[in-house]
């Protein structure tokens, strides 16, 4: 299983972003998808994630300025961020719950990150 990740790069404050994760391998299911990102010096957090059936998940950082969604049939996964400002400026990391095998578990799956730069 693959997760490859686009869309980061560098923008002004103010600025939008729209970040976009693909699944690809062996995947008999998935269960839900989403983005986390990482600062330096802090620990990988939730930004958002969504499920198969459209329940999402926020987490605390670029709350009420995102909006995630998914696409299951292509099994990507977008974030669009809005009004960015610098302490948005991380690794943005894709993440997906899949399945591999019938009768086997959902696992999480990591991407290779993506990093973000908002500029002042």
């Known amino acids: 299983v693959q997760l490859q990740a686009s869309g980061g790069g560098m923008v002004q404050t103010g600025g939008s972003l729209r970040l976009s994760c693909v699944a690809s391998?062996?995947?008999?299911?998935?269960?839900?998808m989403g983005w986390y990102l990482q600062a330096p010096g802090n620990q990988r957090e939730l930004v958002a994630s969504i499920s198969d059936s459209g329940i999402i998940r926020f987490g605390d950082s670029v709350k009420g300025r995102l909006t995630i969604s998914i696409d299951n049939a292509r099994k990507t996964v977008y974030l669009q961020m809005n009004n960015l400002n610098p302490e948005d400026t991380a690794v943005y990391y894709c993440?997906?719950?899949?399945?591999?095998?019938?009768?086997?578990?959902?696992?999480?799956?990591w991407g290779q990150g993506t990093l973000v730069t908002v500029s002042s």
């Open positions: 391998g062996r995947i008999v299911g998935i269960n839900a």
């Open positions: 993440n997906a719950e899949i399945r591999t095998n019938w009768g086997r578990d959902f696992r999480d799956f």
